[in-house]
Structures are given as structure tokens and as C-alpha cells.
């Protein structure tokens, strides 16, 4: 069984920042690409940041050169640090790792339970 709990969430002023954690544990073998996700009230859930394995990152155009994505492959840990927040960044984010597992031998996708982040104006 694998876990992926997020951390860092909460109320911050439009022009702050956030820095979210997101751990994987369990039994597994490898954790391939991880990422993050948001859902705004009424929206559809939409990728923010991934970053594979070997550090390649893909940001939405919406949070280039506000907010990035690193991880620590040790620690099973991927963070997002976010700058010069603004109102509509307010979501749920949702942490996400593709994970081969001890039972499944491709790599299935995990999702966290969310943090919500709120910006205010």
C-alpha cells in the first residue's frame, strides 16, 4: 500500500508564498514521475507541476516563474514552492507519484488527500 500525505497548505496574502511538501511511504520498489494538482471550487482538477525522476519539469502556463517544483529522491518527497501567489491560485492541491509496487510490476498512479491552499486579495 502506498500513501502520499501533503503538507504546507493554508491562508496567505496575494504576493506571499507557500512552500507544500508531499511524502510518499509504503512498500515499493521506485517512484517514477511526481506532481502537482489543483482543483478550485466549481473547476476541474488541473495539472500545476511534474517532475520526473531524473529532475525534468513541466509547468503550466499559468505558474511559470511563480512557482517550482523539486524533489528529494531519498526522502520520497516532492515540494512545490510557490511565489507571488494570487487569488485564483486558491485549490485544493493534490500531490501525485506514478509507483511500481512490490504486487503491481507497471507503474500506477497515487494520489494524495489534498491541502488547500487559500490566497487572499
Known amino acids: 500500500q502506498v500513501q502520499l500525505v501533503e503538507s504546507g497548505g493554508g491562508l496567505v496574502q496575494a504576493g506571499g508564498s507557500l512552500r507544500l511538501s508531499c511524502t510518499a511511504s509504503?512498500?515499493?520498489?521506485?517512484?517514477?514521475?511526481m506532481g502537482w494538482y489543483r482543483q478550485a471550487p466549481g473547476k476541474q482538477r488541473e495539472l500545476v507541476s511534474t517532475?520526473?525522476?531524473?529532475?525534468?519539469?513541466n509547468n503550466a502556463d499559468s505558474v511559470k516563474g511563480r512557482f517550482t517544483i523539486s524533489r528529494d529522491n531519498a526522502k520520497n518527497t516532492v515540494y512545490l514552492q510557490m511565489n507571488s501567489l494570487k487569488p485564483e491560485d486558491t485549490a485544493v492541491y493534490y500531490c501525485?507519484?506514478?509507483?511500481?509496487?512490490?504486487?503491481?510490476?507497471?507503474?500506477?498512479?497515487?494520489w494524495g488527500k489534498g491541502t488547500l491552499v487559500t490566497v487572499s486579495s
Open positions: 501525485s507519484a506514478a509507483v511500481q509496487t512490490v504486487t503491481t510490476p507497471i507503474y500506477m498512479n497515487y
Open positions: 509504503g512498500t515499493f520498489f521506485s517512484i517514477n514521475a
Open positions: 517532475i520526473t525522476s531524473s529532475g525534468s519539469t
